[in-house]
């Protein structure tokens, strides 16, 4: 199972972009990168998947580097609301998650 | 957008009681799970459910915990003999192909208080 490793804790301004960095030196081939967000007190959730090379959606890009062993998170603009924990997971073979630390986010006006 | 309920919200319960807290997952999804997350540490891997069995379970998941889909749209854990170590929050979450590569969705949660 691969291990990642990300900041404990990031603190940024509204309107900036937040660039969240994950180590997945350990990655498997299979292995997709996968980013949750979570609230207090909320289920996590899902915000980008990628498996390599560049993935965007609406509300994040994902930054793969061609050897796989990191990944970063990239949130453009962001604003209050945006102050979450962040988890990075490396999914292998079979159905469940592994949960690291994740990354608390700040978000500060 | 479809999504992942979970009934109660807040659970308190003594110590040895059971209890049972439900789930409506998303409609078509096959494959279900169950995940608690103690105040403060890490969401952790209870159990997955498949096909009407536990495909996999941690080593969390012991003899005290059970899952069960009763019908066509609830998933349930029911824990017999609670502990007070079993206060946490509980999430369930769904998917429809399982394995890597299908996003999981999760429920609100559970918080269950254990007296």
């Known amino acids: 199972l691969a291990k990642t490793t990300q900041p404990v804790s990031m603190d940024s301004y509204e309107g900036q972009e937040v660039n969240i960095t994950c180590s997945h030196n350990?990655?498997?081939?299979?292995?997709?990168i996968t980013w949750y967000q979570q609230f207090p007190s909320q289920g996590p959730r899902f915000i980008i998947q990628g498996y390599k090379t560049k993935v965007t959606n609406e509300v994040a890009s994902l930054f793969i580097p061609a050897d796989r062993k990191s990944s970063t998170l990239s949130l453009p603009r962001v604003s209050l609301s945006d102050t979450a924990v962040y988890y990075c997971?490396?999914?292998?073979?079979?159905?469940?998650?592994?949960f690291g630390g994740g990354t608390r986010l700040m978000v500060k006006p | 957008e479809p999504e992942v309920t979970q009934t109660p919200s807040h659970q308190v319960t003594q110590m040895g009681q059971e209890v049972i807290l439900r789930c409506v997952p998303i409609s078509n999804h096959l494959y279900f799970y169950w995940y608690r997350q103690i105040l403060g540490q890490k969401v952790e891997f209870l159990v997955s459910f498949y096909n009407n069995e536990i495909s996999e379970k941690s080593e969390i998941f012991d003899d005290q915990f059970s899952v069960e889909r009763p019908d066509g749209s609830n998933f349930t854990l029911k824990i017999r003999s609670t502990k007070l170590e079993d206060s946490a929050m509980y999430f369930c979450a769904s998917n429809f192909r399982g394995g890597a590569s299908d996003t999981q969705y999760f429920g609100p949660g559970t918080r269950l208080t254990v007296l």
């Open positions: 997971l490396v999914e292998s073979a079979g159905n469940m998650l592994t």
């Open positions: 350990n990655i498997a081939t299979n292995d997709y």
